[in-house]
């Protein structure tokens, strides 16, 4: 089992820059496949970024490629988003989750954090 607490949304302008970080619990998170989700209000949740267990290998929505990148470090038990040219439809709360089987889009992530709010004024 694994906790996950997210910290660093917040509100910015279009044009800036967030770094979320998800801090989890836990002896195995090398185990464990995470991804970053994002739900605006009145949307389905939705994949922003995903990375597989060793950070190798990396997934991104289409909105995202080329702004936003997402790392971990496996010593520290973190993953990271680093968001790069946000924009007002980048708006949503922001969750990192992780996938017990899988990884990627057809992964089941089975532990989420509670979330960080991200504000991209125009």
């Known amino acids: 089992q694994v906790q996950l607490v997210e910290s660093g949304g917040g509100l910015v302008q279009a044009g800036g820059s967030l770094r979320l970080s998800c801090a989890a619990s836990?002896?195995?998170?090398?185990?464990?496949?995470m991804g970053w989700f994002r739900q605006a209000p009145g949307k389905e949740r939705e994949l922003v970024a995903a990375?597989?267990?060793?950070?190798?290998?990396?997934h991104y929505a289409d909105f995202v490629k080329g702004r936003f990148t997402i790392s971990r470090d496996n010593a520290k038990n973190t993953v990271s988003l680093q968001m790069n040219s946000l924009k007002p439809e980048d708006t949503a709360v922001y969750a990192c989750?992780?996938?017990?089987?899988?990884w990627g889009p057809g992964a089941r992530y089975t532990y989420w954090g509670q979330g960080t709010q991200v504000t991209v004024s125009s």
């Open positions: 989750a992780a996938a017990e089987r899988g």
């Open positions: 836990g002896r195995t998170f090398s185990s464990y496949a």
């Open positions: 990375i597989n267990w060793g950070g190798g290998i990396t």
